[in-house]
């Protein structure tokens, strides 16, 4: 499974754009991008799945290069609401795939 | 949001006690998943199923085992708890029809062993 990074936190303004970037040099052929939203005492929560160029869903925004070694989510328009802690994964799209969970980026949203 | 329920929510076990927790679905998904997760060390697989009574070993199975006799329940045991299994467990289900076969992740259960 390909290593992921990302900034450990991120702080933003409600109504705000967020970009949060993730790197993964060592993406595989087959690796698809992931990510997920955990809130506090809450279980992880998919949030979008990328493979390649741009998939946009009603929560958020995935943005991929052609060369697939970052990705980018963005959150439209922060509330109060999307302060939680996000995780980039990497892996192949396949049933009964182990997650693989980094320390994630820490959102931290404020009036 | 995916119907799945784990039980018990919250426990305090002593060291060497055996503890089960449980993990009941609704939605008739294929595969199920226990992970642990610990400040600094984010989620880790301990066993998965693919199948009533098809189980295997996770990145951190030792001194855990499950057993899955029906599709909707899951369980995990810990026959001897220590210390080092403080911690708080989620369940997770996903389901082999799904295109990006995501997982869904349960509410957890916070396990303390004094």
């Known amino acids: 499974l390909a290593k992921t990074t990302q900034p450990i936190s991120m702080d933003s303004y409600e109504g705000q754009e967020v970009n949060i970037t993730c790197s993964h040099n060592?993406?595989?052929?087959?690796?698809?991008i992931t990510w997920y939203q955990q809130f506090p005492s809450q279980g992880p929560r998919f949030i979008i799945q990328?493979?390649?160029t741009k998939v946009t869903n009603e929560v958020a925004s995935l943005f991929i290069p052609a060369d697939r070694k970052s990705s980018t989510l963005s959150l439209p328009r922060v509330s109060l609401s999307d302060t939680a802690v996000y995780y980039c994964?990497?892996?192949?799209?396949?049933?009964?795939?182990?997650?693989?969970f980094g320390k994630g980026t820490t959102l931290s949203v404020s009036s | 949001d995916a119907g799945i329920t784990q039980s018990p929510r919250h426990k305090v076990t002593e060291t060497g006690t055996p503890v089960t927790l449980r993990c009941h679905q609704t939605?008739?998904?294929?595969?199920m998943y226990w992970y642990r997760q610990d400040p600094g060390h984010g989620l880790r697989l301990i066993h998965y199923?693919?199948?009533?009574?098809?189980?295997d070993k996770g990145e951190v199975s030792d001194g855990y085992s499950v057993s899955r006799s029906k599709t909707e329940d899951f369980l995990l045991t810990l026959e001897s708890a220590t210390s080092s299994q403080t911690s708080v467990y989620f369940c997770?289900?996903?389901?082999?029809?799904?295109?990006?076969?995501?997982?869904?992740f349960g509410p957890g259960t916070r396990l303390t062993v004094t």
């Open positions: 997770a289900i996903s389901d082999s029809r799904r295109q990006s076969y995501e997982q869904y």
């Open positions: 060592n993406i595989a052929t087959n690796d698809y």
């Open positions: 990328g493979y390649k």
């Open positions: 994964l990497v892996g192949a799209n396949q049933a009964g795939t182990a997650l693989i």
């Open positions: 939605e008739n998904h294929r595969y």
């Open positions: 199923s693919y199948g009533v009574k098809d189980t």
